[in-house]
């Protein structure tokens, strides 16, 4: 079965660094997200993107962050400069069309911002 | 804005007992609803989902129906596993652009032999 995958799936760094994350959507897939769980916690929504560009993204997707689909298949996150509540499992998810299609998961990513 | 709200745990159970975990949702017009399920050290599996009122999502046993005069979406499993350990996750997806899951707190699922 097709499936989601990330990299790292453990990262730790020192707090001001930048990191990327990144994600293998499912191949005919056209809308990628990123979620966050921080320890312990609800399963946040980031970003959403479609046709190369963020179509929604939420009050936690600050400046600080960045995403971008490079290439045909891979998808990131970028964290400009971290921050220790930027510790967290990250999650990139896709779907194959808008309505009705289930999101797909990756395994995540933890990050640990020392 | 829409909202997903489950009873909080840890729930406890002996193996072979009949599992409840409630949710209900707050969303404008008709979201489809989602039960994903986290075992330990791993990511987010869809358990089950249902996309409108009155449907029954089911998979591995667990069984979930869309009911929309109670805007509840109650997972539930006849006679649980200790296997079945697991934070499960209810979650939403409206009709707005982008349509993300919007998830409700998790509840700890904890099956003892």
């Known amino acids: 079965e097709p499936e989601v995958t990330q990299t790292p799936s453990h990262q730790v760094t020192q707090m001001g660094q930048e990191v990327i994350l990144r994600c293998v959507p499912i191949s005919n897939h056209l809308y990628f997200y990123w979620y966050r769980q921080i320890l312990g916690q609800k399963v946040e929504f980031l970003v959403s993107?479609?046709?190369?560009?963020?179509?929604?993204k939420s009050e936690i997707f600050d400046d600080q962050f960045s995403v971008e689909r490079p290439d045909g298949s891979n998808f990131t996150l970028k964290i400009r400069s971290t921050k220790l509540e930027d510790s967290a499992m990250y999650f990139c998810?896709?779907?194959?069309?808008?309505?009705?299609?289930?999101?797909?998961f990756g395994e995540g990513s933890w990050l640990t911002v020392v | 804005g829409n909202s997903v709200t489950q009873m909080e745990g840890p729930v406890t159970l002996s193996e072979e007992a009949f599992l409840t975990i409630n949710c209900t949702y707050t969303?404008?017009?008709?979201?489809?609803l989602f039960w994903y399920v986290q075992y330990p050290g791993e990511g987010l599996q869809l358990l089950l989902k249902a996309t409108k009122a009155d449907d029954k999502g089911s998979n591995k046993g667990f069984e979930a129906t869309y009911r929309k005069e109670t805007t509840s979406f109650h997972l539930e499993k006849g006679s649980v596993q200790v296997s079945d350990s697991a934070v499960y996750f209810c979650?939403?997806?409206?009709?707005?652009?982008?349509?993300?899951?919007?998830f409700g707190g998790g509840t700890r699922l904890m099956v003892k032999p």
């Open positions: 993107f479609y046709n190369n560009e963020i179509s929604e």
């Open positions: 998810a896709s779907r194959l069309t808008v309505s009705g299609n289930t999101i797909y």
């Open positions: 979650a939403l997806s409206g009709a707005n652009a982008g349509n993300m899951l919007t």
């Open positions: 969303a404008t017009g008709y979201p489809s």
